[in-house]
């Protein structure tokens, strides 16, 4: 199911504008030094941001990850400078989407995304159970 769910998603979900923009990000934060920390953390949410079903996100240090020294102050950048952009299209999105009953997944799926946008140092995505 969540194949097709993915499918779906990718295709009418927004799923490849999504991919796009955190790629898209994660290219234009990779062309500084300063950038490349919240780079990386972009490529691995664009991963996620392209086929979101069966699939959640999990701190790392829930998975026994040391945590960086300084993500938090990090993260908090990140939100001032881009989560609060990507807060607002993907909550727009989700409520778009949840207005027609078929499009409550996909909806569901934007606003996952858009917790996600707030604080992406240090996440890690995992298969669901």
Do not use: Q
Request: proline fraction near 5%; include cysteine.
């Amino acid at each position: 199911m969540a194949l097709i769910g993915n499918i779906l998603w990718f295709i009418l979900g927004g799923g490849f504008f999504a991919w796009l923009g955190w790629m898209f990000s994660g290219l234009l934060l990779a062309l500084t030094v300063v950038g490349l920390p919240w780079a990386f953390a972009a490529f691995r949410i664009a991963g996620f941001a392209a086929f979101p079903f069966g699939r959640t996100l999990v701190d790392a240090r829930d998975l026994g990850e040391l945590r960086v020294p300084g993500t938090s102050i990090a993260n908090l950048l990140w939100v001032i400078f881009a989560g609060v952009w990507l807060w607002i299209a993907h909550a727009l999105a989700g409520i778009a989407y949840c207005i027609t009953i078929i499009g409550i997944p996909f909806g569901l799926a934007h606003f996952k995304l858009a917790t996600i946008s707030f604080a992406p140092l240090g996440k890690r995505s995992m298969p669901t159970a």
